[in-house]
C-alpha cells in the first residue's frame, strides 16, 4: 500500500491522481475532512481505504499498521502561513511528521514529505536548499517555521539520505479550490475576473518594488506531482529539495496571463496589504533547482503562461474544480 496523507487536500489527492493514472489504486488516503468540501477530490479516485488522521498516527505509534505498507507521501499539514496557534502547528506539521518519519525509516519505507520555501523567510539569506544552508534560515511565520524545525530534525539526525524532503514554493491548479483565504491568486483572480472584471492585487510596500512587480516562483500542481512520482520510482534519491519552476515572475505577470487566458484585456487594481501579514511578506523568492537536477530529476517544469492557460481553460472555465 502507498499512503498519502493529506489526501484529499490540494497537493496530495493530485497525487492521488497520478498514482491512480498510473494504474495505482492500493492507497491509503490519511486525513482530516471535517466540514470541508475537499471530500470532493476524492469522488472519482480509487483508493483501498481512508482513515482519519489521529486514528492513523495512533496505529503508527503502537505499531499496529494493518497492512503492509511500500511508501509514505506525507502531505498532511496545516498549510495556513496565518495561522497563529503555535502549538497547534508544532503538534500537526512537526511531531506529527516526526512520528511518521521515525516509524518508516525503522520500518524501511519509502518516505516522503512536504516541507516549505517559507522555510526561506524574507529571502535574505538566499535560495539554496544545500543543507549547509538550511540550518541557517530564519523564518518570518510560524507555519514556516514549523516546517523548518523538521528539515533540522532531518539534518540533525542524518536522515536526510533516507528520506526526501520537497520545498514547495508558490502552487497552484485544481483541486485548491476548498483552501479558503490560502487559494491561489489565480484562483481568486478568475472570480474577481467574472464578477469585476478586474484583478485586485496587493501595493508593494517597499521602494525597491513597485505595485504588482513583488516576485515569486509559481508552479504548477501538475508538475509538483511529476517530481513526487518520480521520487517515489527512485527511492535511492534522498535529500531536501527545492521544487519551484526556477524563475520568479510578478503578481502582474501572473494577473496578465489569467486576463490572457480568459481572453480579455487586463485591468488592474492595486490595494491596501493588510497590516497583519506586511512583517510576513515575501517579496521575492525563486527556486534554486540544481539540487534536483544533479540528483538526475530532469522532469520539463511549465512555464507561467503555459500552467495558467491549461488551469483557466480546461478547469476553471469550464466550472470543474477537480482533476
Known amino acids: 500500500m502507498i499512503v498519502v496523507t493529506g489526501g484529499a487536500g490540494f497537493i496530495g489527492s493530485a497525487v492521488v491522481w497520478k498514482l491512480n493514472s498510473e494504474g495505482i489504486d492500493n492507497i491509503v488516503i490519511v486525513d482530516r475532512l471535517g466540514t470541508s468540501d475537499k471530500w470532493k477530490n476524492l469522488v472519482n479516485r480509487e483508493y483501498a481505504d481512508y482513515f482519519h488522521k489521529d486514528d492513523f498516527i495512533k496505529m503508527v505509534c503502537e505499531d499496529r499498521v494493518p497492512f503492509e505498507v511500500d511508501g509514505i507521501i506525507h502531505m498532511g ?18 511531531r506529527y511528521t516526526r512520528k511518521l518519519a521515525e516509524w518508516a525509516v525503522k520500518k524501511n519505507v519509502r518516505f516522503i514529505y512536504a516541507s516549505s520555501a517559507a522555510t526561506y523567510g524574507d529571502g ?47 502552487v497552484f491548479g485544481p483541486n485548491e479550490y476548498h483552501k479558503g483565504d490560502m487559494r491561489s491568486v ?51 534519491v534522498n535529500g531536501i529539495f527545492n521544487l519551484g519552476t526556477g524563475q520568479a515572475r510578478t503578481w502582474n505577470d501572473l494577473a496578465r496571463a489569467v486576463f490572457a487566458a480568459m481572453d480579455r484585456q487586463p485591468e488592474i487594481e492595486y490595494c491596501e496589504m493588510p497590516e497583519s501579514i506586511r512583517d510576513q511578506y515575501q517579496y521575492f523568492t525563486e527556486a534554486q533547482m540544481g539540487k534536483l537536477r544533479s540528483a538526475g530529476n530532469t522532469i ?4 507561467l503562461e503555459d500552467a495558467i492557460s491549461d488551469y483557466v481553460v480546461n478547469y476553471l472555465a469550464r466550472g470543474e474544480i477537480c482533476l
Request: glycine share 4%; proline share 2%.
Open 77 to 94: 499539514a496545516c498549510s495556513s502561513t496565518t495561522e497563529r496557534d503555535a502549538d497547534y502547528l508544532m503538534e500537526n506539521n512537526y
Open 186 to 236: 489565480i484562483h481568486k483572480s478568475f472570480r474577481q475576473i467574472k464578477e469585476t472584471g478586474k484583478i485586485r492585487l496587493f501595493k508593494s510596500h517597499k521602494p525597491e518594488y513597485r505595485d504588482g512587480e513583488q516576485k515569486r516562483d509559481f508552479v504548477y500542481v501538475k508538475d509538483c506531482i511529476e517530481v513526487v512520482w518520480w521520487l517515489l520510482r527512485n527511492r535511492e
Open 300 to 303: 520539463p517544469i511549465r512555464s
Open 124 to 170: 535574505t539569506l538566499g535560495f539554496s536548499d544545500g543543507d549547509y544552508v538550511s540550518k541557517t534560515l530564519r523564518p518570518i511565520n510560524m507555519y514556516g517555521y514549523s516546517k523548518q524545525v523538521f528539515d533540522l530534525w532531518v539534518l540533525r539526525n542524518q536522515l536526510e539520505q533516507k528520506v526526501a524532503g520537497i520545498k514547495f514554493f508558490n
